[in-house]
């Protein structure tokens, strides 16, 4: 297993690598990205046609770019999609014109605040094109008369969903979404991206598992809703859920709630993150993708890690969001904390105490001291907690919970016990 | 809309009106203030005889008094009925006698720490008759003989209750009971009976409620077991209610749940009055009509709203609670609180989000902004907020604090996602 | 009755009686101690067959002691076990040879840290041998031959019960349990043997109860798993139980909640040790015989009461717990607690009003003040408060913690309400 540099640097690459890329919520740069995991896990993809209806919303039509700039009345290049992708509106509609400064002010987009930073805009679900600048470059303008180019297409086509299925031995699955369609945005969401890629190739990797794992990577918003809408039928069986976005940031982790507040992936999620000093936050409906998975027709076990959330950091959604924004070391955290959760979900199990009166004698199973008149270690403590509580209706988390030990220690009390038949797995393994 | 500064000055005429009367819980005194109610509400009268059997109770007989006094040897008038309505002990049996101070200085009534003030004492539910006069003025009388009178008449009559029932679209109502058997008190409780009246007739003015009100006048405790009595068949209708008294001392709120402790009445309250500064209490089986209402039997919905509770200011049930003890501008206040409990009470539904599974559109519906990229602003956020909670079990008052956005943006909310049809009121359309 | 002083001495008195018994899991010692109990309180005693099994355990073989001691090369005795019960380690098999000091070492026991002290050591479940001895003791002997010597029996005989059950009027019980198997240690547990018996010795003298209270003395841990093997047939009634252990040091009281931890035991035992100053601990399946009674299969409402916990504190588990670490002041204030405690559960009855609709009118009954006007005493208000609450779901436990008011006066008030007819119990009488 590589170590923590190592697997920084790895991940740290395939942010990089992805970064260029020109994405969208749908079309050739969606499509790009996900070849880029498909080559790190097995992806099956799918192409939902533009006007589908999915819910109340309706796949939208494709969206690509070629080309998109300003030139002024001496024909020098202003703007220039090139230099970045964020210097165009996503989405926007196709536009070949000359216009003066005042007319063309109002499609140009700044930060007023931040003078060199170039905001990131998007115009999904309404017909209209623009451009994003410095709020420096825009003072610089002088009046005068501009040619406008976006060499754009916005027509029929499809929306692309990836998903990598790791099949456990038990019908239940935990999902794990992530949103890939900012364009060249580091920590939103490029980071989550090589966070859940790594994450899939490396649970591949780890053979049998009881919980299968089912990876979804596509737009934000549209992406989960499409997905929802043809995948009706797993919903039933999605015992746990993550949505994973913005983990390369310098901040500490922040796990936000389902809306149910109190489902084992939230009792997991926060095991894990308030021990490596996280914040945990209640619901709230607004965000990301936690937000289909979590409204009130679904309601599903579904919550967020992110280290900071969206909209507390000033370079949330503009230019400064870049290489220099996420770190190797914070990416290769993020892997682990995620790693720990995934590790809590498939341990944290009911179990029914097979000697339920009584306690069962552990010395004769090897489990004991067997010298009295001293007290018991912790493994010792341990054990007496899992029998205690083991009535098939608390899970493992509890007894952590309950009995003040470590999670770890709590999960090898319960493997051992197993192995002396004195714990068995309740009927439905544990809650959701 | 009368300004606030009227409001209270017409709200402290009400009182100074009602102050000479001489009330009791039956009889002249009690009918001649229901009646000035009714030159302000439709009130409907209802006469119970004395005798009838209400529960464990009986109607008592009806009492009225013309003239009562004490002269000493001289024939000089020592103490005289005429000068102040405290100064009979409420209910006194008729008596003319002759008698030594010594014999008389049981029937005599004074506050010993309060050399000035008249205490006001009852004696309903037992054959008896008192004075009550200052400890200056007991101090003050001479040894010798002395000349009583009680002119009053104790028999047959019946009990008055005043109603005012103002229907609703639904079947739901509000019940506000206000006791109005205290004779000269201006806090406890003209304040509360000027308050409901202008209640009442402000809510007549304005037009169709969801909730029906209905405002009930009478005696403390006699008469709400009486109107509980006769009204059995209506409280399965009552979904929320409040006691209100003492409403015009220069006190801060303080809200007194119900038996239950959490109702919507509770939490409508709570809302309303917490933003207010004021104090929330835990429900106690002491105090005024609740105790009649959230009797094990009942257990209704019915908390109770005061400024300064019975029992807890010095001028409690003393002469000292005269037109100086009661403000304009606490009544003005306190009228608004009370119709801002029942704003809250009338809007504060479960809705059903007609669009359940995942987020509805917004944008074309006209709720949304449309470029993408920036944050929502607060009313998107209660519109998200509402979709997100409205599942039928949820009451706009938990968004409200489950989101901490005001009620009224949450309810400004809701009725938008009404208006395009995103949004039904659940069946049972408001918790009790 | 005893005073206080005079009730301590008695109490120190059996403790100093029983302290040179030589104590175990079965034999002699223990059934010379049962005799010793049943001198004081009707005992039936119950005989175990070895190799009975109980559960998942078996009635061990039973011991006997007569004889064991160390002998260095010159014939001197350098540990004998007539000088203390504690030299040899409990259940040690017969053994008689010479040998090094390095092979009888691993033999010896001490405790490193504390020179003049003795430890306590058993091996009841596994065949093998052993002396307790000071560090001093240890580090003093020179090399050389020892001559070694225990002259004990272990074979098939019986584990003794004893049971003191003094009847109630119902059939639900109070379960007292005294683990009675240690020997020479005063705190643990001569303290609660002694603080047992005479509170089952002073029930037995105070007439008819509602409970009854059935006292258990026996061995820890095997004690109570066969005292449940031969009783499952009770449990069904065994309403409450306390475990009783360490009563006599001059630690304050520990009370340790059941395993569900709101039981009506737990509630009682909290009232009163929480007004003792004493603190409150939540269940965990290390300690006594708790763990029996609270394994998932019975799940009883049986807490513990302590002072210093097992294990707090140094003297525990050695020869330092002697006649000077218990005291006769903390024997007699311990068996107030305890009174205490079965006082509350005694009457911690669920009532119902049977005047629910509205108050019943208290005067005419003698149960309140007559004249209006004035505040009620804090006995009228515990009349309203329990006949406000008692809608047959709420103890009077829980009405004495809504109303603030001592669970005494609460009592009494239910008591005057049961002689006016406005109170009857409920059908199930309390709470488990």
Redesign the interface.
């Known amino acids: 297993m590589m170590d923590a540099n190592a697997l920084g640097e790895s991940l740290y690459g395939f942010v990089r690598e992805l970064y260029p890329i020109c994405r969208s919520i749908t079309g050739p740069g969606l499509r790009e990205t996900l070849a880029a995991i498909g080559r790190h896990v097995p992806l099956a993809l799918c192409e939902v046609p533009s006007g589908t209806r999915?819910?109340?919303?309706e796949v939208p039509n494709e969206w690509s770019i070629r080309e998109a700039w300003i030139r002024d009345g001496s024909g020098r290049t202003v703007v220039d999609f090139r230099d970045h992708n964020l210097r165009v509106v996503?989405y926007s509609t196709p536009v070949r014109a000359r216009m003066s400064l005042a007319d063309l002010k109002p499609h140009l987009h700044t930060i007023p605040e931040r003078l060199d930073w170039i905001?990131?805009?998007?115009?999904?679900?309404?017909d209209?094109w623009g451009f994003c600048l410095t709020q420096r470059e825009l003072d610089a303008l002088p009046d005068g008369s501009y040619e406008v180019c976006i060499d754009s297409t916005l027509g029929p086509g499809s929306l692309t969903l990836g998903e990598c299925h790791l099949p456990g031995q038990s019908r239940d699955e935990v999902l794990i979404y992530t949103h890939a369609c900012h364009p060249s945005l580091c920590n939103d969401n490029l980071s989550a991206l090589a966070v859940a890629t790594w994450l899939a190739a490396r649970l591949a990797g780890r053979g049998d598992k009881r919980l299968g794992h089912r990876f979804v990577f596509g737009p934000a918003?549209i992406g989960?809703?499409t997905w929802?809408?043809h995948n009706e039928d797993r919903v039933a069986n999605l015992r746990h859920g993550l949505v994973l976005a913005s983990l390369g940031d310098a901040g500490g982790f922040t796990y936000k709630r389902s809306?149910r507040g109190d489902t084992a992936t939230d009792r997991a999620a926060e095991y894990v993150i308030a021990r490596r000093g996280g914040r945990i936050e209640?619901f709230?409906?607004?965000g990301y993708d936690e937000?289909?998975f979590?409204?009130?027709?679904?309601?599903l076990a579904v919550g967020r890690l992110t280290r900071t959330p969206n909209?507390r950091y000033p370079e949330y959604?503009t230019s400064a969001d870049d290489l220099s924004f996420v770190s190797p070391r914070a990416l290769a955290e993020s892997l682990a904390a995620c790693e720990e959760i995934l590790d809590v979900l498939e341990e944290n199990v009911c179990y029914v105490?097979q000697?339920?009166?009584?306690?069962?004698?552990l010395?004769?199973r090897g489990l004991f001291r067997?010298?009295?008149?001293?007290?018991?270690g912790e493994f010792e403590?341990a054990l007496?907690?899992v029998?205690?509580?083991?009535?098939g209706t608390r899970d493992l988390l509890s007894i952590a919970a309950?009995?003040g030990l470590d999670f770890s220690l709590i999960a090898r009390a319960a493997r051992a016990l197993v192995d002396v038949d004195l714990l068995r797995p309740a009927p439905a393994l544990g809650p959701r």
Chains 1, 2, 3 share one sequence.
């Open positions: 999915v819910f109340d919303w996503n905001p990131y805009r998007t115009s999904y679900y309404r209209s918003t989960s809703i929802l809408a809306r209640d709230s409906p607004y937000r289909q979590c409204s009130p027709g679904f309601d909209g959604h105490n000697n339920p009166k009584c306690e069962p004698r010395g004769p067997t010298t009295g008149g001293t007290s018991p403590h007496l907690w029998l205690n509580q083991s009535d309950r009995s």
